[in-house]
């Protein structure tokens, strides 16, 4: 595979956005032959990721944009996401299977994204998270 080859998508901070990122991710589901599995992780955990950075990160601001990078290796695929945020710390965040959080509605993002990647850390300032996935050639 090789390593040179590059996908990047760069959205403005409007929630419809979010629709291009399945696109996207089938241009590289069609590339690195991914299985329905693997392929169906991937989505999930990138369309988190990026309305996050769309709706937290930035506050949906259309000025604002979300980047979205892939660099790929023979052992996985390494992806990017950076807002133009003011960042958070993902540490502060409540664990959402403490009987407090079980009902609420929301904040099991962050949770489903480290479970279903192989690697998943943000960067000090809080306004890039790099996931990686394993892949199997």
């Known amino acids: 595979m090789p390593q040179k080859s590059r996908f990047t998508l760069k959205l403005s901070s409007c929630p419809e956005n979010i629709s291009k990122v399945e696109?996207?991710?089938?241009?590289?589901?069609?590339?690195?032959?991914?299985?329905?599995?693997?392929?169906?992780?991937?989505?999930?955990?990138?369309?988190e990721a990026i309305n996050n950075s769309i709706l937290h990160g930035n506050g949906a601001d259309p000025c604002k944009s979300v980047k979205v990078k892939l660099r790929p290796t023979k052992a996985a695929l390494s992806f990017t996401i950076t807002d133009e945020g003011c960042g958070f710390n993902p540490d502060k965040l409540p664990d959402p299977t403490t009987p407090p959080c079980l009902m609420k509605p929301n904040g099991r993002?962050?949770?489903?994204?480290?479970?279903?990647?192989?690697?998943?850390?943000?960067?000090?300032?809080?306004?890039?998270?790099?996931?990686?996935?394993?892949?199997?050639?």
């Open 109 to 137: 993002g962050v949770f489903l994204m480290r479970k279903l990647s192989d690697y998943l850390q943000y960067s000090e300032d809080g306004t890039k998270v790099e996931i990686k996935f394993k892949i199997h050639s």
């Open 23 to 47: 696109p996207f991710l089938q241009q590289i589901r069609l590339r690195y032959n991914l299985s329905e599995e693997l392929y169906f992780n991937i989505l999930l955990v990138l369309t």
